[in-house]
Nanobody, 127 residues
């Protein structure tokens, strides 16, 4: 049984920082594409950042490049999203998703239908 549990959301002022965590249970961390998605009220869900658990690949949305950093800790089966220089436009529910695949391609990392497992989400509010 696979579970993804997000944590670390909260309220912060513009310019501040937050670090989100996504803890994965099960064996998925051996070889998976892990992506953070976000969905703001009234907007479609979008891919924010992605990392491959069995290699160095990372991907970022243009809107967060240079401000957000995705990382992993394989010993803890956890993916992190460090968010710096936060803006009000970053306000959204943030979801962690996992795709058990042998790669994390530049065209797939943000395709929702590619992911088999989703967390419940954690709210980020920037004012």
């Amino acid at each position: 049984h696979v579970q993804l549990v997000e944590s670390g959301g909260g309220s912060v002022q513009a310019g501040g920082s937050l670090r989100l965590s996504c803890a994965a249970s099960g064996d998925i961390f051996k070889q998976a594409c892990m992506t953070w998605f976000r969905q703001a009220i009234g907007k479609e869900r979008e891919g924010v950042a992605s990392i491959y658990t069995d290699g160095p690949s990372t991907y970022y949305a243009d809107s967060v490049k240079g401000r957000f950093t995705i990382s992993k800790d394989k010993d803890k089966n956890t993916v992190y999203l460090q968010m710096d220089s936060l803006k009000p436009d970053d306000t959204a529910m943030y979801f962690c998703a996992a795709a058990v695949r042998d790669y994390c391609g530049s065209t797939h990392w943000k395709k929702e239908e590619w992911f088999q497992y989703w967390g419940q989400g954690t709210q980020v509010t920037v004012s």
